[in-house]
């Protein structure tokens, strides 16, 4: 039997094992996603210009309709898949493996910022985008797009409710914003979505997560988003 000052040294060594296996655990569960592949399309009006046969003198009464592109935003759609291991940092051998299933949930992220502080990740405001990607009053700006609200539980963390854009068509998405405790610039904001695994995007396929994000609308002007998934 130990006395009084073997016990101490054995509690000492628990503790202390105690501390580096509760510390390990601290890091935030969102992490940076591996794009698989990815192509690109835009929207181009396939119907020819009207047109009205006329005759001098003929006045003309001619309603007009037209579908274009919008330059203040991109879509992104896919699926999800992955494994939650057991490993050293940055090593290649895995104590344990487990298959990440789509139907377990997490969420699906896209930022300009390519190392979000998730620690302060929380709700954000659609004015907030209109001012820093500078949409003022346009029909299709972050005020006019964003139509409902949506939550996130980010590694346990509740977020929402936050401006969502309920995506249309035959989507079952709904496309949220969230910033990181300030809104002075594009990478202070992340789009995401809750991971469905039963989920459709607009065009009625089946996909796991759609987003929607703000772009720069100049012409021939090109920004880069940062794909960040949290499996769960």
């Not at 930022?111 to 709700?123: F, G, K, M, R």
């Amino acid at each position: 039997m130990l006395g009084k000052k073997g016990d101490y040294k054995m509690n000492k060594t628990i503790w202390a094992l105690a501390f580096v296996v509760l510390c390990s655990g601290f890091v935030f569960a969102v992490d940076n996603a591996t794009v698989d592949s990815s192509y690109q399309t835009g929207y181009e009006s396939s119907g020819a210009a009207g047109s009205v046969l006329i005759e001098g003198g003929n006045v003309s009464g001619t309603n007009l309709s037209s579908s274009q592109s919008t330059e203040n935003w991109a879509g992104f759609y896919g699926n999800v898949s992955g494994y939650l291991v057991l490993a050293e940092v940055d090593h290649v051998d895995y104590m344990y493996r487990w298959t990440y299933s789509a139907a377990d949930g997490g969420e699906v992220c896209a930022s300009i910022d390519t190392n979000p502080t998730w620690s302060l990740v929380e709700a954000t405001t659609a004015l907030g985008i209109d001012l820093i990607w500078g949409f003022g009053s346009a029909v299709d700006n972050a005020t006019n797009t964003y139509d409902t609200t949506t939550n996130f539980d980010f590694n346990g963390v509740a977020v929402g409710p936050t401006p969502a854009i309920d995506v249309q068509s035959s989507s079952t998405f709904l496309s949220g914003a969230v910033d990181f405790g300030a809104e002075a610039a594009k990478t202070d904001f992340a789009f995401c979505a809750n991971i469905s695994g039963s989920g459709t995007n607009y065009n009625g396929t089946a996909a796991n997560y759609e987003i929607m994000a703000p772009t720069n609308p100049a012409a021939s002007t090109y920004e880069t988003y940062y794909f960040f998934v949290e499996l769960i």
